[in-house]
């Protein structure tokens, strides 16, 4: 669940799709994609149809949503680089749109930049589990514990959850996972008439990315992966919401000592360790006494928490943490919230569910659970124990399909890894375990930064160019790298 407060970022509205095709592997009949915010007029559109159960090729079939901005060079044309979206739940249809402004002009020249909405997800057959609104606020969609660290209400959140997903979900809530979206991405290959494939994951792309590569290894071209998940088999995406204990702790120092050179604009301490116990005191004081946030739920300690891990995915948001601590500190006004609309937090949170209890069986007692909170809010007390807390997958109704991919080092050497040292969501040491797991088939470049998302997204030029320099001439490092 990742991006969940990040979705008015990607939108819902990107397009309509113009076209649908009659086989997966024919070449495909674009058509024009309705303009939009943010739509570049180059970008085509298409739908593809794939098995509903790719266990029953020849039974029902979905729609996944794909998009083109096509080189404008195609003579120097190499083939499609692929976007693959994070999340999971995260749109990729207008992924072109956006990524055409900042690649370089060497990377546009040689490849067709494909986007996609991945299976269950904006107008790909989107999925819902139809989930009450009280169910859909921030502090719920991650699970953060009640202010004395009991998880009651966790626990029957959870079950409210597994069971509106077997109820309202339909088939398609049981065919999302990352093998399956490796499986659909294989059928874009097909479609778009690729022998190879390049493409890009961000974040739980990543995850996906690996699958992909190590499902379809002789089908991989170029491979990117940027802000890299843990690929641990046996924890899968309990492993990723764990990590995020890990990462806020690398990552406030940034924002802390940002804010501890403007304490005379937002009084929130002179150096770095007053910054942090201004953050822990304040967030100790709002879980006894909330304040009214118009617009959303009052903000308590945990939406406070929530808020901060999603402010540091990127420095740009800093002053706006740094605001809604003043205001919350001196009985202010608290700057205007940022909320997605219901039918996008009810399309990705039923699809982050799926692929996160589709993938690995995820089964502990309540007890056990109480004990890992516990233990968590006194070792990462920023994030008050909602990494290892208990979620749907405890009560998820399906048991998964097929186990979880096993990443390895068979296979081409053509995967380069990019990496902030400072990822709030996809840790570095998370990102070491995708490196070991790849082994000598990637190089990993490791940069000096903070935040979530690394290539054309810091002004790194040495990562920058690293990875532009892999995409448009297919060389890998000769060794790990640091930036």
């Not at 995020?244 to 403007?262: C, L, Q």
């Not at 007390?381 to 998964?400: I, R």
Request: net charge positive.
């Amino acid at each position: 669940m990742r991006n969940l407060a990040r979705l008015y970022a990607v939108g819902a509205a990107t397009t309509v799709l113009a076209t649908t095709l009659a086989a997966p592997a024919q070449a495909t009949a674009w058509g024009t994609c309705p303009a939009g915010p943010g739509v570049d007029p180059r970008q085509e559109c298409t739908t593809l149809q794939v098995p509903l159960d790719y266990r029953a090729p020849g039974g029902p079939t979905i729609s996944l949503a794909v998009s083109r901005i096509k080189t404008a060079k195609p003579a120097s044309r190499r083939g499609v680089l692929l976007i693959i979206p994070g999340g999971p739940g995260s749109p990729g249809l207008n992924r072109p749109s956006v990524q055409i402004k900042k690649l370089p002009q060497d990377v546009l020249d040689r490849y067709d930049i494909v986007g996609f909405d991945p299976r269950g997800v904006g107008q790909s057959s989107p999925v819902s589990c139809d989930l009450e609104t009280r169910d859909l606020a921030f502090t719920r969609l991650k699970p953060y514990p009640d202010a004395d660290g009991g998880i009651a209400e966790n626990v029957a959140w959870s079950r409210r959850i597994a069971e509106a997903c077997a109820r309202n979900g339909g088939p398609l809530i049981r065919h999302i996972s990352t093998r399956n979206e490796a499986r659909d991405i294989d059928r874009i290959r097909q479609a778009l008439g690729e022998r190879k494939l390049s493409y890009w994951g961000v974040s739980y792309g990543t995850y996906a990315g690996a699958v992909y590569a190590t499902m379809f290894p002789g089908r991989t071209d170029r491979v990117v992966l940027d802000s890299n998940d843990d690929p641990d088999p046996r924890r899968v995406a309990r492993q990723w919401l764990a990590n995020y204990a890990v990462g806020v702790e690398d990552r406030f120092p940034d924002f802390a000592t940002w804010a501890a050179a403007r304490d005379g604009e937002y009084g929130l301490g002179t150096n770095a360790a007053a910054v942090r116990r201004t953050f822990l005191d304040l967030a100790a004081t709002l879980d006894r006494k909330p304040l009214p946030w118009p617009g959303t739920t009052d903000l308590d300690g945990n939406l406070l928490r929530e808020t901060m891990l999603n402010a540091l995915y990127s420095d740009a948001n800093f002053p706006m943490l740094a605001t809604l601590m003043r205001a919350a500190r001196t009985s202010g006004e608290l700057p205007p919230p940022n909320t997605p609309p219901v039918a996008v937090m009810q399309n990705t949170a039923a699809h982050a569910g799926a692929t996160m209890c589709n993938d690995v069986e995820w089964r502990d007692t309540v007890t056990s659970y109480q004990r890992q909170v516990t233990r968590d809010r006194a070792a990462h007390p920023l994030t008050g124990g909602m990494p290892v807390n208990v979620g749907p997958c405890q009560f998820w109704p399906y048991k998964p399909a097929e186990p979880p991919v096993r990443v390895t080092s068979r296979g081409p050497a053509n995967v380069l890894l990019i990496q902030n040292l400072r990822d709030p969501s996809t840790p570095y040491s998370g990102a070491l375990k995708m490196r070991q797991a790849f082994g000598q088939r990637a190089r990993m470049v490791s940069v000096d930064s903070g935040g979530h998302g690394v290539y054309l997204a810091n002004g790194n030029a040495c990562g920058d160019q690293t990875v532009t320099t892999f995409l448009t001439t297919g060389n890998l490092p000769s060794h790990d790298k640091n930036c």
